[in-house]
């Protein structure tokens, strides 16, 4: 390993120091760390501990980190950044580091290298249940500046983390602005200047019918061909991403149904009745474009009753799911039929307040995409400039860090 001018070749492990196990007296916040695995930031749960002692419980400092050394990503850490103390699970490995040789701050940011995650994926041992203690971190050797480069480094890239988490925010905003609108405007809760008529009540079957997906295929008539709309298509996206999609060989005799412009796809099935009939509204397809077999389409009889815009976040709506979700039976699988989709009784406006609401939501939505498109832009920044500072392929000066 090359060791940058002024770097030191040491072991991860030897830096670190673990948290001794005490009996925790007073009052705590309790960290479970249960859901570790879903982020590698905060410990995600701070129950309180009051007025009582907890045998055998490990300490951990604002600064300090925790993780569970025998779970699926073992090794993704937490780390605490609360003033007062908590306590965590002795089943947990607790550690902060050596500040006189590796700083807290330093560490949060390597945990998140490729070396680190490299290591992290080979280093466990046990077949069963693959584990990760404090001492088998001592394998892992790595060059570390010195402590008045690596305090820099890890202010430089913090800067990057708040702007990062500002973005954050801005998008948890836009959603739930535009989830509170969805709520309000395609309910009829709330109306728009100018409409004042009421909305009509339709059997969704009044006003256009259902067709099936794909049938007859075999595993060997998928990979070329013809254009289908996968199922996690539908499922992930209120109006169905072209630039996803799956190919199937369709002979020119075959009778298989196309999905056109303003089509409304359903999903037939999940394990939860929460999740079926997760629609997905077809946009300018390309030609002779295809349904997966595990959902059906609904096509409106005229889109001058229902505007395909209005569609993708009329179904997708809270109260809308809901009434869909009902719908489902079953009781280890839920299944929605077409049929019984045909029942459902949903309330409109005039194409006119329609077209209004979906300019307003998809200028939401719009902010919301160029909110993650910001955020995507950050991180692979962030990612690229940390990768070149945390192996000395960028070096930042303490005197010229200032301006860095």
């Not at 770097?7 to 570790?36: M, P, Y």
């Not at 000395?392 to 200032?402: C, L, M, T, Y």
Request: glycine share 6%; aromatic share 8%; with cysteine.
């Amino acid at each position: 390993m090359k060791v940058p001018e002024g770097w030191r070749l040491t072991d991860i492990g030897s830096n670190l120091v673990g948290s001794t196990l005490r009996n925790a007296e007073g009052e705590f916040s309790h960290g479970d760390l249960r859901a570790v695995n879903k982020t590698l930031g905060m410990v995600p749960m701070k129950d309180r501990v009051k007025g009582k002692s907890v045998d055998r419980a490990k300490i951990v400092k604002k600064g300090w980190f925790a993780y569970n050394p025998m779970r699926i990503n073992v090794g993704s850490i937490c780390r605490w950044e609360e003033e007062e103390d908590c306590i965590v699970s002795p089943d947990y490995v607790a550690f902060h580091c050596n500040e006189n040789s590796l700083l807290n701050d330093y560490f949060y940011h390597f945990r998140h290298s490729y070396r680190w995650k490299r290591f992290m994926g080979d280093a466990g041992h046990g077949s069963v249940r693959i584990r990760i203690y404090l001492e088998d971190l001592k394998k892992l050797s790595c060059a570390l500046p010195p402590i008045t480069e690596q305090k820099r480094i890890a202010e430089i890239l913090s800067t990057w983390d708040r702007a990062i988490e500002t973005v954050e925010k801005l998008i948890a905003n836009s959603q739930a602005q535009k989830k509170a609108l969805m709520q309000q405007l395609l309910t009829g809760k709330k109306r728009l200047p100018g409409f004042q008529d009421n909305w009509s009540e339709f059997v969704l079957g009044s006003i256009g019918d259902t067709y099936s997906g794909l049938s007859g295929k075999s595993k060997k008539d998928f990979g070329s061909g013809q254009i289908y709309v996968p199922y996690k298509n539908v499922f992930k996206n209120s109006e169905v991403d072209f630039s996803s999609i799956d190919y199937v060989q369709i002979a020119d005799d075959e009778n298989q149904n196309e999905v056109r412009h303003g089509d409304i796809i359903f999903t037939t099935s999940s394990e939860t009745p929460e999740e079926v009939g997760m629609s997905s509204v077809v946009i300018s397809p390309p030609a002779r474009t295809h349904l997966n077999s595990f959902c059906f389409g609904f096509r409106p009889k005229n889109l001058e009753q229902l505007n395909p815009i209005f569609s993708k976040h009329f179904f997708r709506c809270p109260a809308i799911r809901q009434e869909i979700s009902s719908l489902a039976q079953g009781s280890t699988r839920h299944n929605l039929s077409k049929r019984e989709m045909l029942k459902l009784r949903i309330r409109l406006p005039s194409i006119k307040e329609q077209n209004e609401i979906a300019f307003i939501l998809e200028s939401g939505e719009r902010a919301e995409i160029n909110f993650r498109k910001i955020h995507k832009c950050i991180t692979k920044e962030k990612s690229a400039l940390m990768q070149q500072l945390l192996t000395g392929k960028r070096r930042v000066k303490v005197e010229e860090a200032d301006n860095a």
